[in-house]
């Protein structure tokens, strides 16, 4: 008797369906290791439409309840290019942003929060009022949107572009709307972004004494100066050289800035200085000062770049009655041009600073 293996043709149906499913395994352990980034950017994605679905949920409970939408006045209507961010729970600062703190935690448990979010302040969602006044949210970070560019508005105390053409108002597009006031008329020749104002040496704008104004903190101070003349020393901008903080112009091309304890125009004060010739005659030069008394540190930013650096003497200033007087003070009337000058109440990085010589916001 002759004993012989039959020789088998093809897989049984099991076989098959097993075979299929190891390789559809297979497959997605791969894909899953070649797209990790997308798999994870889509999950958070689905976390953020979600968290903005609870959200707007929460805002428009509020408003059938109260008959209006929470903090109205500081939503823009509009469409999106006008939204403005949601502050983050809890911020003490809400100057830029939206604060909805109030729908916590009768309509929502806690206010979402994106924590890819780089604006300190920011929640990571914004908002604005279409023209029916329906509030619509939007997530900032969606599809991993967003810079630094971003939270160039947080913090801002004041911001001067000096883009009018005729006038004695000068329009500030921060939050806290301190118009200033030219002394008398002056020249209009192009800026930096658009028109600036030409001071002559008997030019100055005032801004009034506000609260927002009485910068005790963390400060900075950034503007285009364009100085005509250097032959004498000239206030550039103050409010209180022993109070929150003002800026001079020495001969030598550097930067004086002073603050103190005295809440007004007298010592104590500490003086810091930027390196000499940081501005030239007939030449835009870029300068911000930085006071961030959180680490107790002085910086002047030069075009975008750290000039000098040094250990702040108060760890707060004192607060003045005074008015802010760009171009002007006690030091004397600057000769030259002065454009987008922007006041924080906030110590910005280097990185924001030189998005400013960029001009990122306008």
Request: glycine content about 10%.
């Amino acid at each position: 008797m002759s004993l012989f293996i039959k020789k088998r043709n093809a897989f049984t149906l099991i076989e098959l369906l097993l075979v299929i499913g190891i390789i559809s395994i297979m497959l997605g352990v791969v894909m899953l290791a070649i797209r990790p980034a997308e798999q994870l950017l889509k999950a958070r994605d689905t976390e953020r439409l979600s968290m903005r679905k609870e959200m707007q949920s929460a805002i428009h409970q509020y408003m059938i309840e109260y008959n209006r939408v929470i903090n109205e006045g500081e939503f823009r209507i509009g469409n999106l290019d006008g939204a403005r961010p949601f502050c983050r729970y809890g911020v003490t600062d809400d100057s830029s942003c939206i604060n909805v703190d109030d729908v916590t935690p009768d309509y929502i448990s806690d206010l979402p929060y994106d924590d890819r979010e780089v604006c300190t302040n920011y929640s990571g969602y914004k908002a604005y009022i279409d023209k029916d006044k329906r509030p619509i949210i939007i997530s900032m970070r969606l599809n991993e949107q967003g810079t630094m560019r971003d939270c160039l508005w947080d913090g801002l105390a004041g911001y001067w572009p000096m883009y009018e053409n005729t006038g004695s108002l000068v329009g500030d597009l921060s939050s806290g709307s301190n118009v200033g006031t030219l002394n008398e008329s002056a020249s209009r020749p192009e800026g930096m972004h658009g028109n600036t104002i030409s001071f002559d040496g008997t030019k100055e704008i005032s801004i009034a004494n506000s609260a927002i104004l009485q910068i005790t903190g963390d400060q900075s101070i950034c503007m285009w100066l364009y100085p005509l003349s250097l032959a004498s020393r000239k206030s550039v901008l103050e409010k209180a050289y022993g109070g929150e903080g003002s800026i001079i112009q020495e001969t030598n091309g550097s930067l004086t800035y002073y603050y103190g304890t005295n809440g007004g125009n007298s010592s104590p004060s500490q003086s810091f200085a930027s390196n000499s010739a940081v501005v030239s005659e007939n030449n835009w030069t870029h300068a911000c000062i930085v006071r961030n008394l959180t680490d107790m540190t002085l910086s002047w930013y030069v075009d975008g770049a750290q000039d000098t650096f040094g250990v702040a003497s108060y760890a707060a200033a004192v607060a003045s009655t005074n008015d802010v007087y760009i171009g002007g003070g006690s030091t004397g009337k600057y000769s030259g041009y002065i454009d987008e000058v922007r006041v924080y109440n906030r110590a910005i990085s280097l990185e924001e600073a030189a998005m400013l010589v960029d001009g990122a916001i306008d």
